[in-house]
């Protein structure tokens, strides 16, 4: 059975900066895509970002391209976000998830349907 736990998640102001984390366990990490989403109050879940499988490419959505950065440790079979010049409009439960499909390309990996495992979500709230 997968697991994906998320960590890191709190309170920071505007601008400021933060890194959630999601380790994984009950698979081959460097097999699995992961991913990472949001849900504000009110809104659909959003893609924010993913890192492939074995290589690592990276795809980084639209609205957060040039402020989040996603990235992966198969030593710590751990992936990830690290959040730059935070907003309010940030303010959401964070998601990690991974997929077990493979696919030619990292921005592919957009789709909540293509992700089979998820995390509980993080608390992410920035403060204006």
């Known amino acids: 059975q997968v697991q994906l736990v998320e960590s890191g998640g709190g309170l920071v102001q505007a601008g400021g900066s933060l890194r959630v984390s999601c380790a994984v366990t009950g698979r081959t990490f460097s097999s699995l895509t992961m991913g990472w989403f949001r849900r504000a109050p009110g809104k659909e879940r959003e893609f924010l970002a993913t890192?492939?499988?074995?290589?690592?490419?990276?795809y980084v959505g639209n609205s957060v391209k040039g402020r989040f950065t996603i990235s992966r440790d198969n030593a710590k079979n751990t992936v990830y976000l690290q959040m730059n010049n935070l907003r309010p409009e940030d303010t959401a439960v964070y998601y990690c998830?991974?997929?077990?499909?493979?696919?030619?390309?990292?921005?592919?990996?957009?789709?909540?349907?293509?992700?089979?495992?998820w995390g509980q979500g993080t608390q992410v709230t920035v403060s204006s």
């Open positions: 998830a991974a997929s077990t499909r493979y696919y030619s390309s990292a921005d592919y990996y957009t789709e909540d349907l293509q992700y089979d495992f």
């Open positions: 890192v492939t499988y074995l290589v690592g490419d990276t």
